[in-house]
């Protein structure tokens, strides 16, 4: 943008001899001051200014001051982007922030900016903010005004977060400064509300007060379950005075009368966080009381629901009577009959149990279901209380989309991001209409970029249709890197992890630390293809974290397991063809010792990792050395491999040279009948220096039967029980593995 008022300067005192002609002015850092400079009472005026036709340039017509000269010239005037003037937390939860803002243009006037953002946050209400300190940064290509957002994620609940947002150009300069969003997260839900006690005019609801605390609590109450079984439909409120009262009593409710409850914990901004609507019926004058506390709980992975409760005080209970039910209107069950497990009652709610006790485990239930519970109290004489009701909802995110492929324009310009359509849940049970999904079973595909791997800072580009698999973006700059992922949404917001694609095409399956991970290079994700491997299905890698193991001296323990495709059949032992990939495990340190996972794991100094870790790699018989290469700075120990399954960091000693035992030798029993299963020995050794290795097999009498070739990881050697391209007869051979001046030899055994 040109102006044509005042432009101001800022500037040293020079001596009046100095010229300035065609000096480029930067102003101070990274950041343009935007206020009229003067020095000794000497100003810059736009009568001395005159905007030239090269953009960014201005004439300098001769020009002093009583402590200053100007000559002419021309002089570059540049253009920094504007401040980011409101920020506001479209949504919130317990451990995110979606925040939200418009982009501010070119010289904070107009203009698209092709550049970077810089989003610094924090907890602590003194922070000084700078464009120089921030959290994370991102590429971008913005115009002024443009709706902007990005989701802060693991937060504290229930907290106060200060941040702003920086816009810079593709020089990063900043802007000068950033209006601070004041926003707290949710606090998290009130833990395990159950209903204390059930009168005929008031109910009492109890609950466990949550990890980091509330500002108060909140119990909405209505007869309509909140307008979702009749349209309207009064609600009444009643709230704590603080975040420390664990109960609250609705009174002036109607006898007999079924009435739908739910309970929010409250932050500082009066922002609720609600949790599961429990539902109860008010007494009537006289009978059996209802049962007290009444929780359930779902395990949507094996279609199970567990209920629990405590039984009222009143003499005689003869039991309790479990109805499931699809609807939220207990049933009325009429005194002096008999309700007896697998009975259908008239509303199509079934009974489960009628026995005496305080908890019910059901089992065979259906995903995207709301089920209702609802229990009765039976005394004597074959009365019974009004209901106590509560639900559960099995729900499991849609499986991630396999098939992640992308294509690249020449000039790196455009990234075409391509995937498989989803038609299963998480644990590969179908949708029920595979080809027109429910919202809950899959909403949307969500497209996020970040510009790194480790801590990757997404953001979300867009959303787009269930129909729709493929997605094309403009790269902010082609000379950035820059991840993609593709995540397959349900309507409830939940999401398989899914695997990333750089913008050189490679995939990754990163862990939940954010930094372990395994890299697939470009040239070899088509075996992850149905239409170019051997299984037929597209298939998926996923990273598990591994608990530790309290018989091993573990420091890491990650799994990168292989499924397929929408099937989730776990593909056992799956190998890519070469040793490209790369497995990056990443350990914890804290006070200069590493962190270990193993409760018997060694205490090993952060400094001396390299010559103290090393990572193995199961077999599955057992864990086989990979050596792999340590970095202390990033906290990682790398190794290139085509291997996928379980692997871990533990303490292994090194010396910095070439070494190698019978501990990494892998099938040393072959069996070459082509079969896939113990048809080649591995030798895998460590070879810091990378220096020439060479390895062979010999017979009983010495003599030369083959020599070993390159393995399926780097630092291996391998011999299939071939000699000449025929297999050799059954019986002891002997190996030999030299370099370095060393040689080491033992035995392999072939079985025919």
Do not use: C
Not at 177 to 200: H, M, Q, W, Y
Not at 347 to 356: A, E, F, G, R, T
Not at 415 to 424: P, Y
Not at 730 to 750: N, P
């Amino acid at each position: 943008m040109r102006l044509a008022g005042l432009v101001a300067l800022s500037w040293f005192l020079l001596a009046p001899s100095t010229a300035l002609a065609g000096s480029k002015l930067t102003g101070a850092g990274v950041r343009i001051p935007r206020t009229l400079s003067s020095v000794g009472g000497d100003t810059l005026t736009s009568g001395l200014l005159a905007m030239n036709n090269a953009v960014g340039e201005t004439a300098i017509h001769e020009s002093s001051g009583g402590t200053f000269k100007l000559s002419s010239g021309l002089m570059n005037i540049l253009a920094q982007p504007g401040s980011v003037t409101a920020i506001t937390a479209v949504t919130k939860s317990t451990g995110t922030l979606d925040l939200a803002w418009a982009a501010p243009g070119l010289d904070g006037f107009q203009g698209a900016v092709t550049g970077f953002y810089r989003i610094d946050y924090s907890s602590d209400p003194l922070h000084v903010f700078d464009p120089t300190l921030f959290q994370t940064e991102f590429s971008t290509t913005v115009t002024p005004g443009q709706a902007q957002s990005l989701r802060v994620a693991g937060l504290l609940a229930n907290t106060t977060y200060y941040s702003k947002i920086y816009l810079a150009d593709a020089r990063k300069y900043f802007g000068e400064d950033s209006k601070r969003s004041d926003e707290s997260t949710l606090a998290n839900i009130p833990v395990d509300p159950v209903l204390a006690n059930i009168g005929v005019t008031s109910v009492t609801i109890t609950w466990t007060l949550p990890n980091s605390g509330a500002e108060g609590f909140r119990m909405d109450s209505s007869t309509t379950s909140f307008g979702s079984l009749l349209p309207g439909g009064a609600v009444i409120t009643s709230a704590t005075p603080n975040g420390l009262q664990v109960s609250l009593t609705m009174n002036g409710l109607q006898p007999e009368t079924t009435y739908f409850f739910k309970v929010a914990s409250l932050n500082w901004q009066g922002d609720k966080n609600f949790t599961t609507v429990l539902a109860a019926r008010t007494r009537r004058s006289n009978g059996p009381l209802g049962v007290l506390n009444l929780a359930a709980s779902a395990n949507s992975l094996s279609r199970t629901v567990s209920v629990t409760w405590t039984n009222p005080n009143f003499d005689n209970q003869q039991g309790v009577v479990v109805l499931l039910s699809t609807t939220a209107v207990s049933p009325s069950i009429a005194d002096g009959l008999v309700f007896t497990p697998g009975q259908v009652m008239g509303d199509s709610s079934i009974v489960k149990s009628n026995l005496m006790g305080t908890s019910f485990n059901d089992s065979g239930l259906v995903l995207d279901t709301t089920y209702f519970y609802h229990l009765y109290s039976r005394g004597e004489n074959l009365t019974y209380s009004v209901s106590v009701s509560t639900s559960v909802f099995l729900d499991l995110p849609p499986m991630a989309p396999a098939g992640l492929s992308a294509a690249l324009t020449p000039d790196r310009s455009q990234i075409t991001l391509n995937w498989s359509g989803v038609s299963a849940n998480l644990d590969g049970s179908s949708f029920r209409a595979p080809n027109a999904p429910m919202a809950v079973e899959l909403a949307h595909f969500a497209i996020y970029r970040a510009t790194s791997i480790a801590h990757a800072g997404w953001v979300r580009l867009t959303t787009v249709p269930v129909t729709t698999h493929n997605y094309t973006d403009n790269v902010p700059d082609p000379l950035g890197f820059f991840i993609y992922r593709v995540d397959a949404v349900d309507s409830l917001g939940t999401a398989d992890t899914a695997m990333v694609i750089d913008i050189d095409r490679s995939l990754y399956v990163i862990a939940t630390d954010k930094v372990t991970r395994l890299k697939i290079p470009f040239e070899m994700i088509s075996e992850l293809r149905g239409n170019s491997n051997k299984y037929g299905s597209d298939l998926l890698v996923r990273s598990v974290d591994k608990p530790a193991d309290a018989a091993q001296k573990i420091l890491k323990s990650t799994s990168f397991n292989v499924v397929k495709a929408p099937s989730n059949d776990a593909v056992e032992f799956f190998s890519f063809s070469k040793p490209d990939a790369q497995v990056v495990l990443h350990y914890g340190v804290a006070g200069g010792q590493i962190v270990p996972e193993g409760s018997l794991a060694p205490q090993v100094a952060a400094n001396d990792a390299a010559n103290q870790l090393g990572m193995y790699w199961n077999n599955g018989a057992r864990y086989i050395k990979l050596f792999g290469k340590v970095d202390p700075a990033a906290h990682t120990v790398a190794v290139p491999t085509g291997l996928t399954g379980d692997f871990q960091i533990r303490q292994l000693l090194r010396d910095q040279a070439f070494n190698f035992d019978s501990s990494g030798i892998i099938n040393k029993a072959l069996t070459p009948n082509g079969d896939g299963i113990n048809d080649a020995v591995v030798f895998k050794f460590d070879n810091p220096k990378d220096s020439t290795i060479t390895g062979q097999i010999l017979d009983v009498t010495g003599a030369q039967v083959s020599a070993m070739a390159p393995g399926p990881v780097v630092q291996s050697l391998q011999w299939d029980g071939k000699a000449n391209g025929r297999v050799v007869s059954g019986g002891v051979y002997v190996y030999q593995i030299k370099g370095e001046g060393k040689t080491f030899s033992g035995t392999v055994v072939v079985i025919r």
